[in-house]
């Protein structure tokens, strides 16, 4: 007797249909350009790191991320690099450089962000993306000197 083969295994299927559903969270909602420059108080901008937007109302869609450049600069993206943000209401954090150097670098000093804003709950940034371009200046405090 013939068996039937259905070509797909049971993990296979249940990965495909997660994907599926993924993709299909962002169908029918737009997104809109968005991007900003991350800079202390004083101006100097905040050399790397990454900015998250995360929903107020998580129900309604999804967060955003951008990284940011030596130059402070950033651009979000949310289902595809460079593509920003779907419109509402968003809670920020933004994590700054690491201390020192990286693999690929001599170790130097940079300028770190107060870690209050590395939390949503504690940041205190909430920005509002609308249709059209959306650009904002994030500003954030240095980490206190030790005494």
Do not use: W
Not at 72 to 86: A, K, N, P, Q, V
Not at 115 to 142: A, C, H
Request: net charge positive.
């Amino acid at each position: 007797m013939p068996t039937t083969h259905t070509g797909m295994r049971p993990l296979g299927r249940i990965l495909l249909v997660a994907l599926l559903l993924a993709a299909a969270g962002g169908c029918g909602q737009k997104t809109y350009p968005v991007t900003g420059k991350v800079v202390f108080k004083d101006g100097a901008p905040v050399p790397a790191g990454i900015v998250v937007f995360s929903p107020v109302d998580p129900e309604s869609h999804t967060g955003a991320r951008g990284y940011i450049r030596p130059d402070g600069t950033f651009e979000l993206s949310t289902l595809r690099t460079g593509d920003g943000s779907f419109q509402g209401r968003f809670q920020v954090l933004v994590k700054g450089p690491s201390p020192g150097g990286g693999e690929d670098g001599p170790r130097r000093v940079v300028p770190q962000i107060d870690p209050r804003y590395t939390r949503f709950e504690t940041s205190g940034l909430e920005f509002e993306v609308k249709p059209g371009k959306n650009e904002y200046v994030i500003e954030v405090d240095r980490l206190a000197a030790r005494k």
